[in-house]
């Protein structure tokens, strides 16, 4: 299976601050995509990250820790992370897994 089929990753540069649009699926074959992803932005210098996911049409568990593990990376980085667009069931599955302040209504942003 070819993640790159399920998951798609534009990175859109305005100074330090970097938007990451993921579409498609997020999950089990794709997680690694976003890691790369993060860690390159990091690497990079980037000042901020905004991962806008109102595009992904799947996320389950592994997609899940992708999304907290970008989170993660930037914080390792010293760079601000910011979850943007967020579907309804995406939304519900912070809720559910305790982890509402990664949501765009969060106060943990």
């Given amino acids: ?3 790159e089929q399920h ?3 534009a990175t859109q ?8 649009r993921a579409s498609g699926e997020l999950d089990a074959y ?3 995509q976003l890691a790369r992803t993060m860690a390159t932005l990091v690497a990079s210098g980037a000042s901020a990250v905004e991962l806008d996911v109102a595009d992904l049409l799947f996320v389950d568990s592994a997609g899940l820790r992708a999304i907290l ?3 993660d ?3 390792r980085g010293g760079v601000s992370f910011e979850l ?3 579907r309804e069931q995406l939304v519900k599955l912070l809720e559910l897994t305790g982890l509402s302040d990664l ?3 969060g106060e943990g942003r």
């Fill in 1 to 3: 299976m070819n993640p």
């Fill in 7 to 9: 998951l798609q990753i």
């Fill in 13 to 20: 540069r305005d100074t330090g601050t970097a938007v990451v």
């Fill in 30 to 32: 794709t997680s690694d």
């Fill in 69 to 71: 593990a970008a989170r």
């Fill in 73 to 75: 990376e930037a914080v």
């Fill in 84 to 86: 943007a667009g967020a």
């Fill in 103 to 105: 949501s765009p209504d």
